[in-house]
């Protein structure tokens, strides 16, 4: 029997508390209520280990075949389709789940958007974005196209998840599922819980089981730009590790921006391609803190020594914008470049390194003070 330790930080007791079944005192009506109001338990993490803001966009949904128990939506537009194994044989859980999935490949995003909206929780796919932007603040860029672009390739198959969920998922289950996935390249995956009781909380611990598979599976799908992102980052972070390796612990992402941690949060360095076609390059110091007067005064701190840090930078000319979305602010430096040439990784490698250095011990004290 598995057993959780709990403490207190700084403290060297600790409680104990030992797994359980769920299904021992709880119907599987009450898990398909756990992920639909937590949709985040079940989802695959990303390659940095965290889990993108999602939102429950269909929950006992009506579709051709029958039923779905749950289509969960994240914030950059990957679907999952949810089934609950109940007690259904594995034939009958895999089947199903199949079936909902054909019947969302009939669908367009319009489709889609009216089914959202007739499920009554959300006033269409553009609500879902705004809601969960609202809850985090650090995606506001977010761009509604792309997701709608992204929920487009889910409808077609490219990227939709097939998640089946239970207490335990049988070795029948395990054994189709693992079929499906290494045959024919299906993104299936399947959750159970480990659940432990105290006496005033409920610990969920995850399971996945196939997840690797799936996401070896969605690194074959990347389009030839979502490859050259990841190629192009990825060469920038280990050139930057080498020069500074308490930087950033950051992976390569698939996107045309990346997140730099700088120590404080929702303040990171960023690189980013703008314009379609590209046409620039940026290197900034964004500001992403929920309040908007915080992110003005930090910003103004700075505007009073710009041509001190310009100096420091090395002559590099800097822009200061306010409002930068609807609350942030950002410090930045462009470089009219579109293209992922050698002088273009060479200038976003050592002016990253530059920021760090101009800004990080200034944002330390102020901060600290």
């Known amino acids: 029997m598995a057993v959780l330790g709990v ?23 009450d898990l398909h209520r756990l992920v639909s109001f937590n949709p985040k338990l079940v989802i695959l993490e990303q390659e940095d280990g965290k889990r993108l803001p999602t939102a429950t966009v269909g929950d006992h949904l009506r579709l051709a075949s029958g039923e779905a128990d749950l289509l969960l939506m994240d914030i950059v537009g990957n679907l999952s389709l949810v089934e609950l194994k109940r007690d259904k ?8 789940i199949l079936d909902y999935g054909s019947d969302l490949h009939q669908m367009t995003v319009d489709d ?21 932007q609202e809850e985090n603040p650090e995606y ?12 487009g390739e889910c409808l077609q198959g490219k990227r939709l998840q097939l998640l089946v969920v239970s207490y335990d998922v049988n070795e029948g289950i395990r054994k189709v599922a693992d079929f499906l996935r290494n045959t024919y390249g299906v993104k299936i995956y ?18 996945t089981i196939g997840i690797e598979e799936v996401k070896r599976i969605e690194s074959k799908e990347l389009s030839a730009t979502q490859k050259a992102y990841k190629a192009f980052y990825g060469e920038l972070l280990d050139r930057l590790r080498e020069e500074k390796p308490e930087i950033t612990q950051q992976h390569s992402l698939p996107q045309s921006w990346i ?13 980013a391609f703008h314009g379609r076609p590209r046409n620039s390059f940026e290197v900034g110091l964004h500001f992403e ?42 410090i930045y430096a462009l470089k009219q470049e579109g293209e992922m040439t050698a002088d273009l990784k060479g200038w976003a490698v050592q002016t990253a390194l ?7 011990p200034r944002l330390d004290e102020l901060l600290r003070s």
């Open 289 to 330: 803190k929920p309040s908007k007067e915080e992110n003005k005064k930090l910003l103004d701190h700075f505007v009073t020594i710009r041509d001190e840090l310009e100096r420091e930078l090395q002559g590099l000319q800097l822009e200061f914008q306010f409002p930068w979305g609807k609350r942030w602010a950002r």
């Open 259 to 271: 997140g730099l941690p700088i120590g404080h949060s929702y303040i990171h360095l960023e690189w």
């Open 140 to 151: 506001e860029d977010v761009d509604v196209n792309d997701v709608k672009e992204r929920i």
């Open 89 to 96: 044989t594995p034939r009958d859980v895999i089947a199903q």
């Open 7 to 29: 403490k207190k930080r700084k403290e060297q007791e600790m409680t104990f508390v030992e797994s359980i079944s769920y299904g021992r005192d709880n119907k599987e009506e």
């Open 112 to 132: 889609l958007e009216q089914l959202v909206r007739k499920h009554g929780k959300y006033d269409g796919l553009v609500d879902v974005i705004a809601r969960l």
């Open 190 to 207: 399947c959750v159970e819980f480990d659940y432990f009781e105290g006496d005033d909380y409920e610990y969920f611990v995850p399971e």
């Open 354 to 360: 530059r920021f760090y250095s101009a800004f990080k």
